[in-house]
């Protein structure tokens, strides 16, 4: 009865390989979003993405990009990983009500986080 | 400099204890504030919400406290369990894809 799940939970791998990263939210949300941890704890968003928009934090490499195959999953896909790259990812949901505007008050569930570690 | 200021870093506090959490912000515009609670390993949980109408809003034994003139925010913990040993964090956002955290504050309740 996970609200949101990620996986692999752990993820060990060598510099210079692609890599995915699974997330599937059960809760009917329709905003979706990518978070990186890094290891100061700082939590820095880096997608949030619904069926009609994607917002990319202009600050994350085109290396990162995120695949929904449909409404309830936002896979994060690296390409040529880098030692930089190491850092705990969450995954998160919300539904956000009416239109995207200035003024949010939806919730976000996070997922339990992926550990990365690229060697 | 982080526009999200939290202190203190770390607190320890004895079970049954109050505790009184502090975020600091210079994120302009304003639209709304949270406080998240992320246990060791764990992904953050949300524990309020706030918009600048707001000044107060509780969850339980939580609160959370809100002036928006002074860009001043509290988290205030009553009758310490030995399971809100977490990190609490404050963010701070224009818009969701403008949002900042802070750093955190790491409590840890002891018996």
């Not at chain 2, 809100?84 to 949002?99: H, R």
Request: charged residues 20%.
């Amino acid at each position: 009865d996970t609200a949101v799940s990620q996986t692999p939970k752990y993820l060990v791998t060598q510099m210079g390989n692609d890599k995915s990263i699974k997330c599937e939210q059960n809760l009917g949300h329709d905003t979706m979003y990518w978070y990186k941890q890094d290891s100061k704890k700082f939590l820095k968003i880096m997608f949030s993405y619904n069926n009609k928009e994607l917002i990319i934090n202009e600050t994350v490499p085109n290396r990162f990009s995120p695949k929904s195959p449909d409404k309830a999953h936002l896979n994060l896909h690296i390409n040529s990983l880098e030692l930089g790259d190491s850092a705990v990812y969450f995954c998160a949901s919300s539904q956000v009500p009416g239109q995207w505007g200035p003024v949010r008050t939806d919730t976000q569930y996070f997922g339990p986080g992926t550990r990365l570690t690229v060697l | 400099k982080n526009q999200v200021e939290q202190s203190p870093q770390s607190l320890i506090i004895l079970e049954g204890k109050n505790c009184t959490l502090q975020c600091n912000y210079t994120v302009s515009p304003f639209s709304n504030l949270r406080w998240y609670k992320q246990d060791t390993g764990r992904g953050p949980v949300s524990l309020t919400i706030m918009t600048f109408s707001e000044n107060t809003k509780s969850n339980g034994r939580y609160t959370a406290t809100l002036d928006a003139d002074t860009k001043q925010s509290s988290l205030h913990i009553t009758a310490s369990q030995l399971s809100d040993s977490a990190s609490y964090i404050c963010v701070v956002s224009a818009d969701i894809d403008d949002m900042r955290f802070g750093a955190g504050t790491r409590l840890t309740v002891k018996p």
